[in-house]
C-alpha cells in the first residue's frame, strides 16, 4: 500500500527566504504527483501537477521536482512572502481509481514577517 | 463557475442525530469524491463517483455512513446516527477525470458531534 510522508511536519521562516518542502513515496510506480495548499478553514487547492515522465514544473515562484526512482519530491518557494502560510500537501496518484491517490499530512508552513 | 459549493459549512449535532451534508460539483466535471480530514488520519477517501454512480465505498467507515448523487449537479453524505469520533472535516471534490486531473475542493463541511 503507498504511503506518503511529509518532513517536517511543521516549519517556520523569516520572509524573503528561499524554502524547500519534502514529499517521500513508498511505491515508485505512480501516475503523477500534485502539491496542494489548504489554508485554514478552506479547501485544498492544486499548485502543480507533475505526470511520471516529467522531473518538474515550475508556477512563479514555485518550481516541485520529482524523482520517482528514489520516490521523492521537493517543493522549492523561493522568495517566501507571509501570504505562502499555508498546509502544503503532497499527494501522489498510484492508479486503480480514486483509492489510488494518497495524501501526505502536509507540512504547515509560517512565514514570519 | 463559482467552484465546488458544499453546505453547511458548520455543524454541530449531538450524539445520534442524523447529519447530511450537501456538495455541488462544478458543472461538466464527471468524478465526485467525499473525503474526510482529521488531525491524527490526515486525509481519507471516503467515497466516489463517476457520472452519478458510486465506484468505490470502500472507504466509508460504518453502515452509519451512506453516500446518493441522484444528479449531476447533486450530492449527500449522510451519517445516521452520528457519534463523536465522526467529527472532522468533510470535504466534497470534483474533477474531470481521475488520471492526470487536477481535483477541485470544496471549502468543507467542519461537523462536530457532542
Redesign the interface.
Given at each position: 500500500k503507498q504511503e506518503v510522508t511529509q518532513i517536517p511536519a511543521a516549519l517556520s521562516v523569516p520572509e524573503g527566504e528561499n524554502l524547500v518542502l519534502n514529499c517521500s513515496f513508498t511505491d515508485s510506480a505512480i501516475?503523477?504527483l500534485?502539491w496542494f495548499r489548504q489554508d485554514p478553514?478552506?479547501?485544498?487547492?492544486?499548485l502543480l501537477?507533475i505526470?511520471s515522465s516529467q522531473r518538474e514544473q515550475t508556477s512563479g515562484r514555485l518550481n516541485a521536482s520529482l524523482d520517482k526512482s528514489s520516490g521523492r519530491s521537493t517543493l522549492y518557494i523561493a522568495a517566501s512572502q507571509p501570504g505562502d502560510s499555508a498546509t502544503y500537501?503532497c499527494a501522489v496518484?498510484s492508479?486503480g481509481?480514486?483509492?489510488?491517490?494518497t495524501?501526505?499530512?502536509?507540512t504547515h508552513l509560517i512565514i514570519q514577517p | 463557475d463559482a467552484g465546488v459549493i458544499q453546505s453547511p459549512r458548520h455543524e454541530v449535532t449531538e450524539m445520534g442525530q442524523e447529519v447530511t451534508l450537501r456538495c455541488k460539483p462544478i458543472s461538466g466535471h464527471d468524478y465526485l469524491f467525499w473525503y474526510r480530514q482529521t488531525m491524527m488520519r490526515g486525509l481519507e477517501l471516503l467515497i466516489y463517483f463517476n457520472n452519478n454512480v458510486p465506484i468505490d465505498d470502500s472507504g466509508m467507515p460504518e453502515d452509519r455512513f451512506s453516500a446518493k448523487m441522484p444528479n449531476a449537479s447533486f450530492s449527500t453524505l449522510k451519517i445516521q446516527p452520528s457519534e463523536p469520533r465522526d467529527s472532522a472535516v468533510y470535504f466534497c471534490a470534483s474533477s474531470r477525470g481521475l488520471a492526470g486531473e487536477t481535483q477541485y475542493f470544496g471549502p468543507g463541511t467542519r461537523l462536530l458531534v457532542l
Open positions: 501516475y503523477n500534485q478553514g478552506k479547501g485544498l487547492t492544486s501537477l505526470q500537501l496518484y492508479g481509481g480514486a483509492d489510488g491517490l495524501f501526505g499530512k502536509g | -
